[in-house]
Nanobody, 112 residues
Framework: QVQLVESGGGLVQSGGSLRLSCAASGSIFRFNTVGWYRQAPGKQRDLVAF???????NYSDSVKGRFTISTDNAKNTLYLQMNSLEPEDTAVYYC??????WGQGTQVTVSS
């Protein structure tokens, strides 16, 4: 049973930064494609970024150049560094591992 626990969300002003973390119960990140999704109120859950086991990254157009996804395999942790945050980034952010594994989500709120 894979367990994913996110942390790092919070309230930040527009232009600010946050770093989300997702800790896994085992060495799952190094063997799988993993990523972050987000869901704003009343909207569908959308892919934000993913990283493959080979280190290839991909970002949605809305966050490209502002967000950076990375993994620390020694710590079994996935990160999302979010810079230049905008009110439109407000959402619940979910850690995801290919195969259908999800974290519980962490709220990010960006005030204008």
């Amino acid at each position: 049973q894979v367990q994913l626990v996110e942390s790092g969300g919070g309230l930040v002003q527009s232009g600010g930064s946050l770093r989300l973390s997702c800790a896994a119960s085992g060495s799952i990140f190094r063997f799988n494609t993993v990523g972050w999704y987000r869901q704003a109120p009343g909207k569908q859950r959308d892919l934000v970024a993913f990283i493959t086991s080979g280190g290839t990254t991909n970002y949605s157009d809305s966050v490209k150049g502002r967000f950076t996804i990375s993994t620390d395999n020694a710590k079994n942790t996935l990160y999302l560094q979010m810079n230049s945050l905008e009110p439109e980034d407000t959402a619940v952010y979910y850690c995801w591992v290919r195969g259908g594994y999800w974290g519980q989500g962490t709220q990010v709120t960006v005030s204008s």
